[in-house]
Structures are given as C-alpha cells and as structure tokens.
T-cell receptor, first 108, second 111 residues
C-alpha cells in the first residue's frame, strides 16, 4: 500500500522561510515530486528528486532521503503569492501517489 | 506549444447519469493519467493509458472507464453517477517518469 504524510497547515510571515516535510511508505519508488496548487487550479510542477540530496531551484529547494522515506520542500523569501497547497507525490512507473497536501498561508 | 487541455471546465450532472470528460496531452506526450481530487484532498490515481491500452488502474470501481485515441488524447467516462463522484478531475500527460504535467481540470458536480 501507499502511505504519504505531510502536515495539514503551516503559516509563515512574508520574507521568512518555511520547510514542508513529507514522509512516505510505498510499495515502489521511482522518484518524488513536489507540486504547488492554488485553490481551484491544477497542480503545477515544482521539483522532482530521484537521488538523495538537495536540489535547489531559485527560492525553492527539495531534499530527499530514500533510506529514511523522507523529503522536504524549502520555500525561501516567502511572498504572498506563495500562499497555496503544496503536494508531495511518490512516483512509481508513471503513477503518482499523493499526500493530502499542506496549506501554506503567508501573512504580511 | 499548448500544454495539457481538458474539456469541459465545469459540469453539473444528476445522480444516475453518465459523463464523459476529455483530455488532450502536451505535444509529444504519449502517456495520459487521470486523477480524482475531492475537496481538501490530494489527487487519487484512477488509471493510466499508453499506446491506447489501460496500463495501470487505481482503486476505482468499474463505473470509471476510459479510452485513449491514436493521437494520444483520452476520455474518462463515469457511469451511474453518485454524489460522491463530485470532484475535480485532473488529466496528466508525460513521456518519461520524471515529467507529469497536469491540465486545468474539470470540476464535476453531481446533484
């Protein structure tokens, strides 16, 4: 079976840093995606990790530890437009299994 | 280059009716997956099509069926609609495991 856990909600101040953790227990693993989803819209791709370590892309970084079944998404220099749901998804042969999502609220 | 497109955008149906949703993948993508996203939840995998065949299926009843055409576009059909089928239906296309691009979705409301 698939079990993917992430916190339900997080709140942070504009300009700050927020780290969203994701733990997973899955029957197969090719890689781990992070998506951003604004209310009523489709998920948009943020990052894909297949090897252990940190991938940095502008204000967003993603980390993976396959042995620990753990990933995190780091959002730096938060902006109001970063208020959204962040979805962690494990990929197994093109099939994605998602967590329930973490709603991040950025306050001025 | 157009991304993934879906139609219609919104749809309202009555319990017991049937619905067909459509998806056109990103240019060059040959694999199409369908997901159901209930309010406040992450997307749930319904099934995946490759070369006009259903390659994988999630834990959804047989009321959910699909099709992929030679041009890689795809349809999702749901029969005997239930209130619980109300959700955002997302289509994702890819041509390799590290790429999954989502369309804007179809919001289905069953009354």
């Amino acid at each position: 079976g698939q079990n993917i856990d992430q916190p339900t909600e997080m709140t942070a101040t504009e300009g700050a840093i927020v780290q969203i953790n994701c733990t997973y227990q899955t029957s197969g693993f090719n890689g781990l995606f992070w998506y951003q989803q604004h209310a009523g819209e489709a998920p948009t791709f943020l990052s894909y990790n297949v090897l252990d370590g940190l991938e940095e892309k502008g204000r967003f970084s993603s980390f993976l530890s396959r042995s620990k079944g753990y990933s995190y998404l780091l959002l730096k220099e938060l902006q109001m437009k970063d208020s959204a749901s962040y979805l962690c998804a494990v990929s197994n042969d093109y099939k994605l299994s998602f967590g329930a999502g973490t709603t991040v609220t950025v306050r001025a | 280059d157009a991304g993934v497109t879906q139609s219609p955008t919104h749809l309202i149906k009555t319990r017991g009716q049937q619905v067909t949703l459509r998806c056109s993948p990103k240019s060059g993508h040959d694999t199409v997956s369908w997901y159901q996203q209930a309010l406040g939840q992450g997307p749930q995998f319904i099934f995946q099509y490759y070369e006009e065949e259903e390659r994988q299926r999630g834990n959804f009843p047989d009321r959910f069926s699909g099709h992929q055409f030679p041009n890689y576009s795809s349809e999702l059909n749901v029969n005997a609609l239930l209130l619980g089928d109300s959700a955002l239906y997302l289509c994702a296309s890819s041509d390799r495991p590290n790429e999954q691009y989502f369309g804007p979705g179809t919001r289905l409301t069953v009354t």
